[in-house]
DNA sequence: TAGATTGTTAATCGATTAACAATC
DNA sequence: TAGATTGTTAATCGATTAACAATC
């Protein structure tokens, strides 16, 4: 019985409905209907139901839904009452920023091991985690589950390394370089690209004030 | 006369073509054809020329795509012939993360100033950059060009930081905060949500081990 | 029951891919 | 010129929105 994968795009959003969700939970909200909602979210409530029926039959002619029921519920979906163990790859600046984020080991993501090649970062505690030597890399994936490796290495090491952290075990990446990773397929890779969401940034920067500066002239021009 | 504005989904893609098109660069490739460029993108080539042609022919047929050409016209569609002035505002793990990533710079995203609440951190030096003492946020942006800010702080601040900054002139904003700011329609937003990222890495993992246990129960079941 | 709102089907819209004439 | 490959139009595909019957 083969199911057919759920877009990307419907994935996309559940992070953002979650995040909402457990706002509305925190106020004490009770029941909301996708109207309400998708006022709130800036989206069409047409979209919201059709995204969650992809999933079940969250919500209740009459009633909307029950906002602790669906949030849980988008969290079962998202794998959030799952434990995973990560580990963090580079313990350079953004590696020892994600190390020291607790917001994920509330979310369930545990920070078993934090590496790096540089020998003068070893025995450094963050956040109770000792930084290790690279070369313990293989060991250490080899003896502890790893379900995450969090990739914050310079660009010119990672398509060996993220090779590596495969051969070893490793089944899922979450990469901050700027590169694409090629991998064996049932390896999954998630892409943070800081620069190119700059660039976007940037894109957007030179088109508003190329707008602006057309409707500067036209003015001008008594148009 | 009216433009009508380039898909979000093409701009997107921009940046790795950009990444592309610089390694093909290094590696002193002169010409290129979409046909051979889907092949090491991953993408069709339809979809190559498709959205180039959103912005002008930077081909030529029977020969393709001059490297070089292509790579600098990318670079001023994105805004990258320009110098961007940005500042950090919270200079926490993350903030500091991104003051010390040098690339940016290469790019022309020049870090001029990076703040935070705690005085502890005032004076400190990040790249030869002082930390200085939030309160000063105000008069800094209302004297210096300020094209960017990176928002690195907790979210329980971020909407009223954000407000303040727009109402002192910043009309980009470089959002790391999980929150939607709610900002006037001329200041922009790029959201890095960390979180998500993370949260979409889990449900690919979990609906990876979901199909995997299907097939190995559909294997006992000798179907 | 009447009113509200879901779940779901149908219509629309937009993005991707295919095809090919134009042209280097 | 012949071959290659673009730029662009047309066809397809998929995602979003609208509509409404089902139902709480």
Redesign the pocket.
């Known amino acids: 019985m083969y199911e057919k994968p759920i877009?990307?795009?419907?994935i996309a959003r559940l992070p953002r409905y979650y995040r909402y969700l457990g706002e509305l939970l925190e106020n004490d909200v009770v029941r909301?209907?996708?109207?309400e909602l998708s006022e709130k979210m800036q989206?069409?409530?047409?979209?919201i139901?059709?995204d969650?029926?992809h999933f079940g039959?969250?919500?209740?002619?009459?009633?909307?839904?029950n906002v602790e029921y669906l949030y849980t519920e988008i969290g079962k979906i998202l794998g959030l009452d799952r434990k995973y163990h990560m580990i963090i790859v580079g313990a350079g600046n953004l590696g020892q920023a994600i190390a020291n984020y607790a917001d994920f080991e509330r979310r369930g993501f545990y920070i078993k091991g934090i590496f790096d090649v540089n020998p003068e970062l070893a025995g450094k505690m963050i956040r109770g985690v000792e930084v290790r030597p690279a070369r313990e890399l293989e060991s250490f994936i080899r003896e502890n589950p790893v379900h995450i490796a969090a990739l914050t290495i310079p660009k010119e090491n990672a398509p060996r390394v993220a090779a590596d952290l495969a051969r070893w075990g490793v089944r899922a990446i979450w990469n901050f370089v700027p590169a694409d990773l090629s991998l064996p397929k049932e390896v999954l890779v998630e892409n943070v690209h800081l620069t190119e969401s700059l660039m976007r940034l940037s894109y957007n920067l030179r088109a508003r004030d190329e707008a602006e500066e057309r409707r500067k002239a036209e003015q001008s021009n008594g148009i």
């Open positions: 877009s990307s795009a419907v909301i209907s996708s109207k989206v069409t409530a047409s979209q139901r059709q969650l029926n039959g969250f919500g209740q002619q009459g009633y909307g839904y």
